[in-house]
């Protein structure tokens, strides 16, 4: 008989020595993804900087990674507006210094919306979201990593990009354009000593699925998944880590799925 597995604790992350000393900007950073791997970060001891548009949130995280004695600063911004993210950079030039790994890790929930319903205006804002903010974010922070001719960058999209799914159309293809986004800038920016990759999981338990999903969909969800567990925050945050360190120094243009096995290919 299968059962969901879940670990009652988190293992800690893998330590990679070469992050220390190092300064991370991670979008989406008030929660979820984001916030796990802005803490996985800076407890490498990587000075990050998160992103968000909700203030006590984010100040919440950056706040818990300085007790824990970390180096966090949180900056409100919309990362769909080049111009509120020509400021974040300023800040972080000023406070933490230049950016060696950029985690445009913002993006929409992908609630479903069957296509006979998706507004134009609703089409526009879903890509602005998702793919979008990925392009400005990085033509933001780019410049300084081609002039340092180094630099890591991790995108996310999700197994909505990777094969054809619940969530609406819009979503999708933001997502899968992710990865073609990954792919391209992984092949020109190679030649210039930065490494592009990108992260595509699937159901991740965060808080705002176990708000939204009772246990009895969790674990059904968890059913499909070989390794029959939904993803916690934390493996994606493990993942980014290894993925932002010298140990996939050789790894470029990957998208690495984080599915528990439910992607293969």
Not at 17 to 41: C, N, Q
Not at 53 to 64: G, H, I, N, Q, T
Not at 135 to 158: A, D, K, N, Q
Request: aromatic content about 4%.
């Amino acid at each position: 008989m299968t059962t969901e597995h879940r670990p009652e604790d988190s293992p800690a992350h893998p330590v990679y020595p070469d992050l220390a000393g190092k300064v991370a900007v991670v979008t989406g950073g008030s929660r979820g993804i984001g916030a796990e791997t802005g803490r996985a970060l800076a407890g490498q001891g990587v000075a990050v900087c998160l992103v968000g548009r909700d203030r006590p949130a984010l100040f919440e995280v950056a706040d818990s990674i300085g007790k824990q004695g970390g180096t966090a600063i949180g900056v409100v911004a919309d990362v769909t507006d080049a111009g509120a993210l020509g400021r974040v950079a300023e800040r972080v030039a000023d406070e933490l210094g230049p950016v060696d790994i950029l985690a445009a890790f913002a993006g929409s929930p992908g609630e479903p919306i069957p296509t006979t319903e998706l507004a134009e205006d609703r089409w526009r804002q879903i890509l602005d979201a998702d793919l979008t903010s990925a392009f400005l974010t990085i033509h933001t922070f780019l410049p300084g990593m081609v002039e340092r001719f180094s630099g890591s960058i991790l995108t996310l999209s999700s197994a909505a990009g990777r094969q054809p799914g619940q969530v609406n159309l819009a979503h999708g293809a933001a997502n899968a354009g992710l990865t073609m986004l990954t792919r391209q800038l992984a092949t020109e920016l190679g030649p210039q000593g930065i490494r592009v990759n990108c992260l595509a999981p699937t159901t991740v338990r965060t808080a705002k699925v176990t708000a939204a999903m009772s246990k009895e969909l969790q674990h059904k969800a968890a059913l499909r998944h070989p390794l029959r567990r939904l993803a916690e925050p934390t493996d994606i945050a493990s993942a980014a880590l290894f993925l932002a360190s010298d140990a996939a120094g050789y790894l470029t243009g990957v998208t690495l799925d984080v599915t528990g096995g439910r992607i293969t290919n």
